[in-house]
C-alpha cells in the first residue's frame, strides 16, 4: 500500500523557518519524483516545488524561490522541504504526493499539474503569523 506521510508543520513567525518531511511507503521511491504542494482557504491548491526521481532536478513556484528548498534522502525514502524567510501568504495546509508516471524529458514539466500525481499524504498546516 502506497503511503506518504507529510509532518513538519505548525506555527511560526514570519521571517522564521520550517522543513517539512513526507515519508513515503510501498513503491520503489527512487522510481518516482515527489512534489509539495499547497492549499490556502477558500483557494485553490497549487504546485510549490518538485524533485525528479533521482534529486537531480528541482523545480520551485515563483512564489517561493529563493526561500525554499526541496531535497530527498533515498536511504529513509523521505523528501524534505525547507521553508526559511516565511511570510503570511505561505499559510496553508501543504501536501506531498508521488508522481504519476516515471519522468521523461517531455513530460517534467507538468509537475505542477494535479493531475500527474497518483497519491497523496494527509497534510500538515503551516501557519505564519505577522
Known amino acids: 500500500e502506497v503511503q506518504l506521510q507529510a509532518s513538519g508543520g505548525g506555527l511560526v513567525q514570519a521571517g522564521g523557518s520550517l522543513r517539512l518531511s513526507c515519508a513515503a511507503s510501498?513503491?520503489?521511491?527512487?522510481?518516482?519524483?515527489i512534489g509539495w504542494f499547497r492549499q490556502a482557504p477558500g483557494k485553490e491548491r497549487e504546485g510549490v516545488s518538485y524533485i525528479s526521481n533521482g534529486g537531480g532536478s528541482t523545480f520551485y513556484a515563483d512564489s517561493v524561490k529563493g526561500r525554499f528548498t526541496i531535497s530527498r534522502d533515498g536511504a529513509k525514502k523521505t523528501v524534505y522541504l525547507q521553508m526559511n524567510s516565511l511570510k503570511p501568504e505561505d499559510t496553508a495546509l501543504y501536501y506531498c504526493?508521488?508522481?504519476?508516471?516515471?519522468?521523461?524529458?517531455?513530460?517534467?514539466?507538468?509537475?505542477?499539474?494535479?493531475?500527474?500525481?497518483?497519491?497523496w499524504g494527509q497534510g500538515t498546516l503551516v501557519t505564519v503569523s505577522s
Open positions: 510501498g513503491f520503489t521511491f527512487d522510481d518516482y519524483g
Open positions: 504526493a508521488k508522481r504519476r508516471r516515471t519522468e521523461t524529458y517531455s513530460n517534467i514539466w507538468l509537475w505542477m499539474l494535479n493531475h500527474e500525481y497518483d497519491y
